[in-house]
T-cell receptor, first 112, second 114 residues
Framework: NAGVTQTPKFQVLKTGQSMTLQCAQD?????MYWYRQDPGMGLRLIYY???????DKGEVPNGYNVSRLNKREFSLRLESAAPSQTSVYFC???????????FGQGTRLTVV | GDSVTQMEGPVTLSEEACLTI???????????LFWYVQYPGEGLQLLLK?????DKGSNKGFEATYRKETTSFHLEKGSVQVSDSAVYFC?????????????FGTGTRLLVSP
């Protein structure tokens, strides 16, 4: 069982470069999420998709865009990377509110 | 908005010591509460959960009770092991949204020495 798969695992970008983080889940979940994890800040929600065809901003959406390509895939795009976007990014998927959310292994992004 | 506050770490214990990690929450409705664990280099995994007041979640010797009167969900374990060294996150989810949207605390790092 793959669960939630994120690619790449590591990435170094120069300021101003763009990139897309990929996420796919094989659990037939309706909802998918992108979080960033920073020291002392816990995980903060960037964007989420409650169901296929919908996306909404979370707590820290500035500088990011997302695409819910289909039920399985939810990508996060940085159009012009900034050093403040250096972080570990986690994709997650889940179903109803009182059940488990499943996380990918994360993407460690460094912007220099 | 909803928020979660948990004790700062690191928490450093010797093997077989008792553990308590405090977690309190603020929510407008009646959230579900969770503890997630993150081992080094990995993503988060659900450790335990409770969906209504007075529910006790338990797993791998860890326990937490949903206390509505004190808005708390403290994580406890009677005897920790070196393998429990990890970062622990308290989180809540508003059940009224109809889907899983978690609000996390800042995390507490636990270090257990032999």
């Amino acid at each position: 069982n793959a669960g939630v798969t994120q690619t790449p695992k590591f990435q170094v970008l120069k300021t101003g470069q763009s990139m897309t983080l990929q996420c796919a889940q094989d659990m037939n979940h309706n909802s998918m999420y992108w979080y960033r994890q920073d020291p002392g800040m816990g995980l903060r929600l960037i964007y989420y998709s409650a169901s296929e065809g919908t996306t909404d901003k979370g707590e820290v959406p500035n500088g990011y865009n997302v695409s819910r390509l289909n039920k399985r895939e939810f990508s996060l795009r940085l159009e012009s990377a900034a050093p403040s976007q250096t972080s570990v990014y986690f994709c997650a998927s889940g179903q109803v509110a009182n059940t488990e959310a499943f996380f990918g292994q994360g993407t460690r992004l460094t912007v220099v | 908005g909803d928020s979660v506050t948990q004790m700062e770490g690191p928490v450093t214990l010797s093997e077989e010591a008792c553990l308590t990690i405090n977690c309190t929450y603020t929510a407008t409705g009646y959230p579900s509460l969770f503890w997630y664990v993150q081992y080094p280099g990995e993503g988060l995994q659900l450790l335990l959960k409770a969906t209504k007041a007075d529910d006790k979640g338990s797993n791998k010797g860890f326990e937490a009770t949903y206390r509505k009167e004190t808005t708390s969900f403290h994580l406890e374990k009677g005897s920790v092991q070196v393998s429990d060294s990890a970062v622990y996150f308290c989180a809540l989810s508003d059940r009224n949204t109809g889907f899983q949207k978690l609000v996390f605390g800042t995390g507490t790092r636990l270090l257990v020495s032999p």
